[in-house]
């Protein structure tokens, strides 16, 4: 049985529900990929990080894991978009080929593959980044907020353990991903994106679902308290 989208309508530039994946299609165009990345995915992302960041600055560091974590779902969904379905591989896939538009570092595959497996999924599913080591040696990461020590690495760090250090600016990582949204927007509207992998993303994201696991076959059961 086809499930519901609940996608974006380019006629009213805003969310509503449609009855099949193929009816959400046929109202959809790269004019209206690009009006909902533009006017929806980097407008939210302009509108949730910054006014954040001048509270963290306000209050004295209120919110120091909290900026990053707002960023990085973002990374996440415009990987989807790029690779046409969720995965750690496409995220890191569209920093190293987007990102790297507004910083040559993200050229680096192996590092974008490594900023995101320490800060998406470490403040995604514990709260804070996480740490890997290799032949004895420990890498971290250091969180700042001076836009020159962005992407700097410290090799002599005082936390005990820690061989090295990877810094991020919260700051400058979300400018980059607002600019790097113009660099895909472009690809799309010149065919070098596909918009078909766009449309299969975007579904992956915004089909109903009933199941909590699919790889499980975890059922959703809908509770009474919103039948009633």
Not at 16 to 32: A, M, P, R, Y
Request: proline share 4%.
């Amino acid at each position: 049985m086809t499930e519901p989208i609940y996608g974006y309508d380019q006629r009213i530039n805003d969310f509503q529900l449609f009855s099949t994946e193929q009816e959400w299609k046929d109202n959809i165009d790269v004019s209206g990929a690009i009006s909902y990345l533009t006017n929806h995915l980097q407008k939210s992302l302009i509108n949730d990080f910054y006014p954040a960041y001048e509270v963290y600055q306000r209050k004295g560091g209120i919110g120091f894991f909290a900026l990053p974590r707002i960023i990085f779902p973002y990374i996440t969904f415009l990987g989807t978009l790029l690779g046409g379905k969720d995965s750690s591989k496409n995220a890191a896939n569209y920093m190293n080929k987007y990102m790297s538009k507004a910083n040559q570092t993200y050229t680096d595959k192996e590092l974008c593959d490594f900023i995101y497996w320490v800060y998406r999924h470490g403040l995604a599913h514990t709260n804070m980044p996480k740490v890997a080591s290799e032949n004895g040696k420990v890498f971290g990461w250091r969180i700042v907020f001076d836009d020159n020590e962005h992407l700097s690495v410290d090799k002599t760090p005082r936390i005990s353990g820690k061989s090295a250090l990877l810094s991020i600016s919260p700051k400058k990582l979300a400018d980059e991903v607002i600019y790097s949204i113009d660099g895909y927007i472009e690809d799309l509207r010149t065919g070098v994106a596909s918009f078909d992998k766009f449309k299969e993303g975007f579904i992956s994201m915004a089909t109903t679902s009933h199941y909590l696991d699919r790889s499980r076959s975890r059922r959703l059961n809908i509770p009474r308290y919103l039948k009633q």
